[in-house]
């Protein structure tokens, strides 16, 4: 029931924020850049392109190019994994 929706939650969010803390404090990426790898890493196209109207340049799409294609091959091998452990 609702401890679904919570579990769910936490799992979006927590590594979204980690993310951002690891890039920001250890990588010392900017603010923007940090954020296209988050769009990336969540392989979220509609992120990007409300984070290219916010910031005003299209500057974040590289961060999203280098995180993406990652990601969705991490996506497509982390289903198979499920599959094959339950």
Known sequence: ???LFVY???MTTVPMFAAYFFAA???KLSVF???GSICGGMTSTPALGTLIHVAGTED???A???TYPIA???V???AQFIIILF
């Open 64 to 66: 999203y190019a280098a």
């Open 33 to 35: 850049n940090s954020l």
């Open 1 to 3: 029931g609702v401890m």
């Open 60 to 62: 974040v799409a590289a």
């Open 72 to 74: 969705l091959v991490a």
């Open 76 to 78: 497509v091998f982390a």
């Open 8 to 10: 769910g939650a936490l």
């Open 25 to 27: 404090k250890v990588l």
